[in-house]
């Protein structure tokens, strides 16, 4: 018996192992897998080059558990080590047998795993004891037993195998027994190594016989060798990647369409990334990409793999050249890195211009869905933009759908303000804001749909890609006021009066929690609304962009403002008008008459006051500014109240100021209780 110490620079190798080495302890069978897998394509490679003579034979990577013995055994038929390579490869830590290997088979290798040394001392992150029982496929070669117990010291003595290759035994730790758990190891297999290149059993398959499941004669096979990506696209069909779908994801819906990767050079890639159905949210589409290297699981944060928009696609990607660190679990920063990123973008923008220019038709019936993912490349990434600007749609109110220039062309000729600016109208709700589409609609204008989660910071993306263009929502103003032509008409009422009438509605405007209104008089034209309620379209698209984009939440905590545009055409705000005048004339004279002496008398005041220096005003002068003011704003107070309590009985206000608050959903509670009641009234 021969026994040692390993070759490591420091006895606390193996407490790193434990704790730092690998993200999680589960990596471990990821590890011992791979390594068989390895030992066994290394044997293929060997026969394949006619270096080994025999047979292969049955070359099933095996797992088996012994909750009993408390081991975990992977067992593989591939070339298995001499007493010399277990000195080599397994006492010498992080000097790696497949580096050895690939240098002499470096044109034919088959699929190499890599870091064999290394990634065989995970096992100790969850073991008490490992055994290495192998035979070299050599000719003469004797079986060895390796043990090590997670000091630094082993032993290796002969050992009993008939058949070449290795078993490795994990004593499973006291403080790990889940692994010993065949739903755990099933798990973790299916997790791992389900894609893995050789042919992996665990267990029997079981059938139910006897009123209880019992196992068979068959192996329980866990993988599939031959996953779709490494077959050569033109001999699959359409059902045949539908079913690769439901095998990654059974609960998905089905995809819209996939795009499979093969490349040979400047790097080696291939894999199938499928288009999903994003419905609302995109954040819970994220991490469905899985990445895989020569079919071995990686991990599903491929961040640093492919940009931040293409996460949201599904599916696999697997590549050799991406650069891992020392356990495989995280992603390195690195060239190759990016010149694969920018490969799988160009690749998805050229199947998605593809498919728009050979049926456009089943690309718009997808859109909807599409969209999303457009709109949030277009907004990461520039080059996206630049490549997307030509199959990106806009989608109208009537659900016709549009290129950016198409739409461009459509609206140019009755769309232009007299600034020479494009204005596109869009709406985000067709039935909330159904009176104000109607009104553009009225004057031949087009209206978008822009519904989406990503719309409101695309639409501000698009201003400032779009030449001498404005996006304004259709209910951000009134309809003249959207796409102004030329001047604004002239107020009808004078001053005074629209300011009695503007009082008047105020006075009664309900008090909504961070909710501010202004009311402003219009002439609209008979046939317009009495009424409209309004929104600035800049202060909502800033709230609307605070809830995506840091530092801007204070946008948020401000109220929202909304003005009411009254209609000074129209015969219902004319009635209150007159009927406002009819009541309130006598009671307002008297103030009126007030108001105006004391504004005479301020004047004056202040012209007396112009002309002399600041050291030359007296205090009793400065006095009387200010009395004479505050005589001018209490009589201003009894006027308001004069006003508000005209205002308070009148019915038709009341009505008025409720249907635009109702057409803006902003009507609950007892308010649209009164008001229906109110309805009634006036209907009698």
Request: a negative charge.
């Amino acid at each position: 018996m021969q026994k040692g110490n390993i070759g490591v620079t420091t006895e606390n190798i193996f407490p790193v192992i434990k704790k730092f080495l690998y993200s999680d302890h589960e990596i471990f069978l990821r590890e011992m897998v791979s390594n068989a897998v390895d030992a066994t394509q290394k044997m293929k490679t060997l026969a394949d080059k006619g270096d080994f003579k025999g047979e292969l034979g049955d070359i099933t990577v095996r797992i088996s558990l012994d909750k009993e013995n408390g081991t975990l055994t992977i067992s593989d038929r591939g070339i298995g080590m001499t007493e010399e390579e277990i000195d080599k490869y397994i006492n010498q830590i992080a000097f790696s047998g497949v580096t050895d290997f690939l240098d002499k088979y470096k044109d034919s290798a088959n699929a190499i795993i890599g870091h064999f040394g290394l990634g065989f001392y995970s096992a100790f992150m969850v073991s008490k004891k490992v055994e290495i029982i192998t035979k070299s496929y050599k000719e003469d070669a004797k079986a060895v037993k390796w043990s090590c117990d997670g000091s630094p010291e082993f032993t290796i003595e002969d050992a009993e195998k008939t058949e070449r290759g290795s078993d490795i035994v994990l004593y499973i730790d006291d403080d790990c027994k889940e692994y010993l758990e065949k739903a755990q190891i099933e798990q973790l297999l299916q997790k791992y190594c389900k894609f893995m290149p050789v042919t992996i059993a665990f267990g029997k398959e079981t059938e139910w016989k006897d009123g209880k499941q019992v196992d068979t004669d068959k192996d329980h096979i866990i993988n599939n060798a031959e996953p779709l990506w490494t077959k050569t696209p033109s001999t699959l069909k359409d059902e045949d990647y539908k079913s690769f779908y439901r095998t990654l994801y059974p609960m998905q819906d089905e995809p819209l369409f996939w795009i499979h990767l093969n490349v040979d050079y400047p790097f080696h890639l291939t894999g199938i990334l499928y288009f999903p159905r994003i419905k609302s949210n995109i954040e819970i589409q994220r991490n469905k990409i899985q990445l895989y290297c020569n079919q071995v699981f990686v991990t599903d944060q491929v961040e640093g793999i492919v940009p931040e928009f293409l996460t949201l696609l599904h599916g696999v990607i697997d590549s050799p050249d991406i650069p891992l660190n020392v356990s495989r679990s995280y992603l390195q920063s690195d060239r190759d890195v990016k010149k694969i990123s920018t490969y799988i973008t160009k690749k998805v923008a050229d199947r998605l211009a593809s498919i728009f220019k050979n049926d456009r038709k089943d690309y718009e019936e997808k859109w909807d869905d599409l969209k999303i993912f457009i709109n949030y490349g277009m907004l990461s990434q520039d080059e996206f933009y630049d490549r997307a600007k030509d199959f990106a749609l806009l989608k109208d109110v009537d659900g016709k759908y549009f290129t950016f220039e198409e739409y461009r062309t459509l609206i140019k000729d009755t769309q232009t303000d007299k600034d020479g600016n494009l204005i596109y109208l869009y709406a985000n709700n067709k039935e909330e804001q159904y009176t104000y589409i109607e009104a553009a609609r009225q004057k031949g204008y087009s209206v978008l749909l822009m519904d989406g989660q990503l719309d409101t910071p695309a639409v501000s993306m698009f201003e400032q890609k779009f030449e001498k263009s404005r996006f304004t929502r259709v209910d951000a103003d009134i309809i003249e006021r959207l796409i102004v032509k030329e001047d604004a008409p002239k107020q009808t009422l004078d001053a005074d009066t629209a300011d009695n009438l503007s009082q008047a509605f105020r006075s009664q405007m309900p008090s909504l929690e961070k909710t501010e209104f202004y009311v402003e008089v219009q002439a609209l034209g008979e046939n317009a609304q009495p009424v409209l309620i309004t929104q600035s379209e800049y202060m909502r698209r800033m709230k609307d962009i605070s809830r995506y984009q840091q530092g801007m939440s204070f946008y948020a905590e401000m109220p929202d403002t909304y003005s009411l545009v009254l209609n000074s055409d129209h015969p219902l705000i004319k009635k209150v008008l007159d009927d406002e005048k009819e009541k309130t004339e006598e009671s307002l004279k008297p103030i009126l008459s007030e108001i105006k002496g004391q504004e005479a008398r301020l004047a004056a005041l202040r012209q007396s006051q112009d002309k002399k220096k600041p050291e030359e005003i007296t205090q009793e002068e400065k006095d009387d500014i200010s009395n004479t003011q505050k005589a001018i704003d209490e009589q201003r107070s009894k006027k308001q109240q004069v006003i508000a309590e005209y205002a308070k009985g009148n019915d038709v206000l009341h009505q008025l100021i409720d249907l635009a608050l109702l057409q803006n959903g902003m009507l609950k509670g007892a308010a649209l209780d009164k008001f229906l009641k109110r309805s009634v009234d006036l209907i009698k």
